[in-house]
C-alpha cells in the first residue's frame, strides 16, 4: 500500500506504542504535587508537542508562577519510572515490519531523543528504523515541519517521497506542511 514512497516516518506516542495513559498519569502525578490538574481534551489538542509546551499551556491555564522547564523535567522523571512497565506497541507496528528491509524508515516523535530510542531499544523494535528525530533534536516542533523535514533529510529521501503516520493534528499539519503525504492512524 506505501509502495510509491521511499521513506516511512511514524510518530511515536499514539501511533507506534501505546504511551498515551502512562504521560497524563505522570502529568496527574506531578501537578497534584502543586494542586494543579489538566482538561483531557485540551491535553489531546497538544498531542505531539514537546512536553515543555504542554507545560506552559498547564502553567497559563492555571495562571501559575512556575517554570514551564522545570515542571516538564519533573514529568519527564515521573514518566521515565513508570513508561518502561507499561509501554506497549499498537497494531501500526506491523506496517514497520512488512517495510523492514524494503524502506528506509524513521521515527519523528515530539518525546525527547533519548527517551525514543530508550523505548524502542526496550521492546527490541530500534533496528526498524534508521532515523529518530525528538523534540531536542529541532528547534521548531509539530505543527512546524521541521521533525518531519530533518527525517527526510537523515534518511536521504525527499519529502515529496515521504508518507507520515500520526495520531495528532499538530503532527498531521506538520507533514503537510512538510510537503507529505500523510496517514491519520486515528482513522485505520
Not at 60 to 65: L, M, P
Not at 136 to 147: A, L, M, N, S
Request: charged share 25%; net charge negative.
Amino acid at each position: 500500500m506505501y509502495d510509491r514512497y521511499d521513506g516511512l516516518i511514524f510518530d511515536m506516542d499514539g501511533t507506534l506504542l501505546d504511551t498515551e495513559t502512562t504521560h497524563r498519569q505522570a502529568w496527574d502525578r506531578v501537578l497534584t504535587r502543586y494542586g494543579l490538574s489538566f482538561d483531557e481534551q485540551a491535553m489531546i489538542g497538544l498531542n505531539g508537542s514537546p512536553t515543555w509546551r504542554v507545560a506552559e499551556f498547564i502553567i497559563a491555564s492555571h495562571q501559575a508562577e512556575l517554570d514551564p522547564f522545570q515542571l516538564a523535567a519533573e514529568k519527564t522523571a515521573a514518566v521515565k519510572t513508570m513508561l518502561f512497565d507499561s509501554v506497549r506497541p499498537l497494531p501500526l507496528i506491523d506496517v514497520v515490519k512488512a517495510y523492514h528491509g524494503r524502506k528506509l524508515m524513521a521515527v519523528g516523535t515530539g518525546s525527547e531523543h533519548a527517551m525514543a530510542d530508550a523505548l524502542l531499544q526496550h521492546l527490541q523494535l530500534r533496528h526498524y528504523f534508521d532515523v529518530i528525530v525528538g523534540a531536542d533534536d529541532v528547534t521548531r516542533h509539530k505543527p512546524e515541519p521541521d521533525t518531519f523535514l530533518r527525517c527526510a533529510a537523515l534518511m536521504g529521501v525527499t519529502p515529496e517521497k515521504c508518507v507520515v503516520f500520526e495520531d495528532a493534528d499538530f503532527g498531521l499539519q506538520a507533514a503537510h506542511a512538510a510537503g507529505m503525504a500523510a496517514v491519520d492512524v486515528r482513522l485505520l
